[in-house]
């Protein structure tokens, strides 16, 4: 199923969630039967896209903080939280349609991502190299403000704009997490 998922994910990066399932079959060189068999529903597809993008996301933050420094770890993978939002744009109509296919997906976001940002939070206002006055819901919410659509070259703006917001991040690096800014 990796290669429906991952063919989903292009299409629906491309075209939107409301691309055909035909063209999302063909990427993946399966028939459609296969992926009706695994995803009923659209919205089963959906979701798992979404899943598994937030999955990878997350997972990421261990695997950075393994190879690099504390604030290195939390600026590349915010860099990498803003790539995800980048992706997200083509699933964002459809998780905020209404439909109750997809009420369960903002907590799995937030039970995903917030730990794994909290961690390289700590760990970078642990070792003096960030301010401490942000939470991890705050930052997620921010790096998603500056992901919206604005010009031509939205991820790169978006990844320059992110590259301040870290800047900001080591701004009074060593304040006290409740401390003001």
């Not at 109509?93 to 369960?104: E, I, N, R, T």
């Not at 997620?140 to 703006?157: F, I, S």
């Amino acid at each position: 199923m990796a290669a429906v998922l991952a063919a989903a994910k292009a299409v629906f990066a491309e075209s939107g969630v409301d691309a055909p399932v035909r063209e999302i079959a063909a990427r993946a060189g399966v028939g459609l039967g296969t992926i009706y068999r695994h995803f009923p529903q659209r919205s089963d597809l959906v979701s798992a896209v979404f899943r598994q993008e937030v999955d990878a996301c997350a997972d990421a933050a261990a695997v950075l903080a393994a190879e690099h420094g504390p604030g290195e770890a939390l600026a590349r993978w915010l860099q990498r939280y803003t790539s995800f939002i980048a992706t997200k744009r083509g699933l964002s109509s459809a998780l905020h349609s209404g439909d109750p296919a997809f009420d369960a997906l903002p907590a799995y976001f937030a039970e995903h991502l917030g730990p794994a940002l909290a961690a390289l939070l700590d760990a970078a206002e642990a070792a003096g190299e960030i301010r401490g006055d942000i939470t991890p819901e705050d930052l997620l919410r921010a790096v998603a403000n500056l992901c919206l659509p604005a010009h031509e070259d939205e991820t790169g703006h978006a990844q320059r704009m992110v590259g301040l917001l870290i800047d900001g991040l080591r701004y009074r690096a060593g304040s006290a997490r409740t401390g003001g800014g």
